[in-house]
């Protein structure tokens, strides 16, 4: 076994002469370099050179290049940085040694289902099936991490059976993103900056994997979500995300084989007890059970902590200045319950907008979101008034996610294909927030 970057070669010698073969005909005829491209790649090979392998080819060192918009320093950082992360999480040996925890088997979404009409392999992710909260209660960050690193691993080696069985260099990846079932659960922050994060890891790790992002079945919160993760998007990566109407089915098969392709999208593939999702080869995720989650896992240690005295109240105000944004919450408390509530504060009196009761925090953390369909200052109450003997302590935290979307809009109508994010919204059976 060789690393070859962002490639591992299980390849026998004669199978890499051929592939070597391919290369030159894929170089010479689909992928036309630039002059400037070529001499970008020969200096970013010689910076380089003693982490280089055998099997490195221009088209790989093509790919760290383009990742860094061909700054070949960067690049070359890019690559270090890269190559020492592999080793620190030994990434060589994930596919024979690593098993991922029996959670993530079951509740971490998605798949891979087939292949697209070049070959590259097809993932469907059930985004909106995804616990993320569960699964961060329930699995360890390196574990997390290596199960996506996993999943990569494993789609290098798939590209190389693809090539051999094809003739001709093979690689990219078609993700179908079904954001069904996506509410504002999904704006949980840990979990969100999580996601981002294994994102983030991937695309640092394996420059260039993604061919094109199909995302289906668009919430109405898309671009609050987007406007969110627009930061860590590239304008290469925007590139490839298509968001499609509702008539996505025939727009996937203009890319996807339907023998290649789950019946639930469109395609033929079923599983042998009718299930058009293709639940044996693409996990649907689903709540996980309390039963899965670690003892020791931390999610709160970067909140606030505030104590509530016995017979009082601790407010929190929050200031809401577009119509339609969103407030959200999420706290703990330790050893025991609490009331909570939240109010709107109109003409100095506060009115209720989520009833106050009583909450076992100190068992399972709460968190939630309200859509505040008016401007103006709401209040996030914890009420100990009913205790009399203990005060009580919480980690919180709370935030408004504007619903101003004007300076992403633009941007977001740009990823919808034939029309606009107002034209596909309208038509789009979405959760209603």
């Known amino acids: 076994m060789a690393v070859v970057g962002t490639r591992i070669s299980f390849l026998s010698d004669s199978d890499r002469i051929d592939q070597n073969n391919m290369a030159c005909k894929v170089q010479n005829g689909e992928v036309q370099r630039s002059p400037k ?21 221009d088209h790989v060192s093509w790919k760290w290049l383009k990742a860094r918009d061909f700054n070949v320093n960067k690049a070359e950082q890019m690559f270090r940085n890269s190559m020492a ?147 860590l998007i590239s304008e290469d990566m925007k590139n490839k995300i298509h968001v499609l109407g509702g008539d996505y089915k025939s727009h996937l098969l203009k890319y996807i084989d339907a023998d290649q392709l789950p019946a639930i999208y469109g395609g033929d593939l079923k599983d042998p007890d009718g299930n058009p999702r293709l639940a044996s080869k693409v996990c649907q995720g689903g709540e996980v059970p309390e039963s899965y989650f670690l003892k020791d896992q931390d999610l709160f240690s970067n909140m606030e902590c505030v104590t509530v005295p016995r017979g009082e109240k601790f407010c929190s105000e929050h200031m809401v200045e577009k119509a339609g944004s969103l407030l959200r919450w999420e706290f703990k408390t330790e050893e025991y319950d609490i009331s909570f509530g939240v109010f709107y504060e109109e003409d100095g009196e506060q009115k209720p907008v989520v009833p106050t009761i009583r909450v076992n925090s ?62 596909l919204a309208e038509k789009l059976e979405a959760t209603k927030m």
Not at 37 to 57: P, Y
Not at 129 to 143: P, R, W
Not at 387 to 414: C, G, L, Q
Request: charged share 30%; with cysteine; hydrophobic share 35%.
């Open 85 to 231: 992360y592999r080793e620190n999480m030994k990434v060589d040996t994930l596919v024979q040694n690593y098993k991922p925890p029996e959670v993530l088997t079951k509740y971490l979404t998605g798949g891979f289902c087939g292949h697209d009409k070049d070959g590259s392999p097809v993932r469907i992710e059930p985004y909106g099936h995804l616990d993320m909260k569960g699964i961060m209660y329930s699995a360890k960050k390196s574990d997390l991490e290596k199960t996506k690193l996993l999943q990569c691993e494993l789609t290098l080696l798939d590209w190389e059976e693809q090539s051999r069985k094809r003739g001709k260099r093979v690689d990219g990846l078609t993700v179908i993103f079904d954001m069904e079932g996506v509410s504002s659960k999904m704006l949980w922050r840990p979990g969100l900056q999580m996601y981002l994060y294994l994102v983030k890891v991937l695309e640092d790790n394996y420059p260039e994997m993604m061919k094109r992002m199909f995302v289906i079945n668009a919430p109405r919160i898309f671009p609050i979500l987007y406007k969110i993760c627009r930061p």
């Open 37 to 57: 491209e070529e001499a970008a790649i020969k200096q970013f090979r010689e910076k380089v050179k003693d982490l280089l392998t055998a099997d490195h080819d």
């Open 362 to 423: 100190h068992i399972i953390p709460e968190d939630g979101t309200y859509t505040c369909e008016k401007v103006g200052k709401y209040v996030l109450c914890f009420d100990n008034s009913f205790s009399w003997t203990r005060s009580k302590t919480i980690h919180f935290m709370a935030e408004v996610i504007s619903a101003e979307i004007d300076n992403v809009k633009p941007e977001i109508d740009t990823l919808i294909d034939g029309g606009n994010w107002n034209s």
